[in-house]
């Protein structure tokens, strides 16, 4: 082993013991090597303590030894360290702090975004469940086709029967204290009773129609010049804009309203000539020509125009269940000189066809 300490080298061998060219004579190196390292018996360390008491250059060359052994060790040490695994091991903790310290910044910022989002979601929430039940009601609609005519259950168990081209709009769920419907067109309703919660058929006129449970018809389309609801079982009430009160009907009677000039009238009627287009029937009893024409002309979806040259008025007692438009209109020319021609349907520049239609001359 040799060592620098000092600017001095040390040699030791197995025979003896120089210091700078000066040679001290020691009758077994091995065991002051030994004694060094606190491996000799107590009679060789007895023995080397004593040379060494007696020897100042045996103490300071065992001085300097024991200096070189502990250097020795610190450099054995450090050849035993893998210093690129150390390397490594210690890039990848600097690695995994940087993307735990990245890791933090992005929650700390994600945290700063997020807190007015759930503030506004906290709001916007509370503002939601405080509103009344009927702001956030949904709606539904049921549209009758030209020519068809349908039955439909509501959700409260009461039926209607939608005669054609009706469009009928309704809350998904009716609530406890009321339930309303929307009507455009003619519709029969047969209403489940509920004593504390009446059922309101409105209409876009304004003119409503309210009952507990009853069957009635509600005769509302828009291009009509007046609005009817016929009473066939128990009891309905009617609220007209123009009319501070309400208007009672009783079964068989009707009540009419007229858009143009706000005329009221109440009288009795026949229900089933009301009331049979729902079982596709049509009934008139004493019905004048022009209101003939368009009930045919909804039935079938056709339209009718009517040419009166003769300035005749004529009326009609009839009822049709399965006869088509033709023959019913050759029954209808057996009281009157009256002749009808077919126009058929052409396309249009949208590629859809117009109806067809018939032009009845008297």
């Not at 702001?135 to 009461?158: C, F, M, N, W």
């Not at 040419?307 to 023959?327: C, H, I, P, V």
Request: charged content about 30%; some cysteine; overall charge negative.
């Amino acid at each position: 082993m040799d060592c620098i300490i000092n600017k001095r080298s040390i040699q030791y061998d197995s025979k003896n013991i120089k210091i700078v060219g000066k040679q001290i004579e020691f009758r077994d190196s091995e065991s002051l090597l030994r004694y060094c390292k606190g491996q000799c018996t107590s009679a060789e360390e007895k023995a080397i303590e004593a040379e060494l008491a007696a020897s100042n250059e045996l103490r300071e060359h065992l001085h300097q030894l024991r200096l070189s052994l502990a250097i020795a060790d610190d450099i054995e040490l450090m050849e035993d360290v893998d210093v690129e695994a150390g390397y490594l091991r210690t890039q990848g903790i600097i690695k995994r702090n940087r993307a735990n310290h990245f890791k933090v910044n992005v929650m700390r910022y994600a945290a700063m975004l997020s807190l007015p989002l759930l503030l506004s979601s906290f709001i916007l929430g509370y503002l939601y469940w405080s509103q009344p039940m009927d702001e956030v009601v949904q709606y539904a609609e049921v549209t009758t086709p030209s020519g068809t005519v349908i039955r439909y259950e509501l959700p409260d168990g009461s039926v209607v029967w939608l005669n054609a081209g009706t469009r009928l709009r309704y809350p998904v769920k009716f609530y406890a204290d009321k339930r309303e419907v929307e009507l455009n067109g003619e519709a029969y309703f047969d209403v489940q009773a509920n004593s504390e919660s009446p059922f309101y058929v409105h209409t876009k006129s304004g003119m409503s129609v309210y009952v507990y449970g009853t069957r009635f018809n509600v005769n509302a389309y828009s291009d009509e010049t007046s609005i009817e609801t016929t009473l066939e079982e128990g009891k309905v009430n009617v609220i007209v804009p123009d009319l501070k009160g309400q208007v009672k009907l009783e079964p068989g009677e009707r009540f009419s309203y007229d858009k143009a000039t706000h005329q009221l009238q109440k009288s009795q009627v026949d229900v089933d000539e009301k009331t049979a287009w729902k079982d596709g029937k049509l009934i008139f009893r004493n019905a004048a020509l022009p209101d003939v024409l368009k009930r045919l002309s909804r039935h079938f979806n056709v339209d009718i125009e009517l040419q009166n040259k003769s300035g005749k008025e004529y009326r009609y007692r009839a009822t049709f269940k399965d006869e088509t438009l033709l023959q019913i209109l050759d029954y209808l020319s057996k009281t009157a000189e009256m002749k009808w021609e077919q126009v058929q349907s052409v396309q249009k520049k949208d590629e859809t066809f117009t109806k067809n239609k018939i032009i009845v001359t008297i």
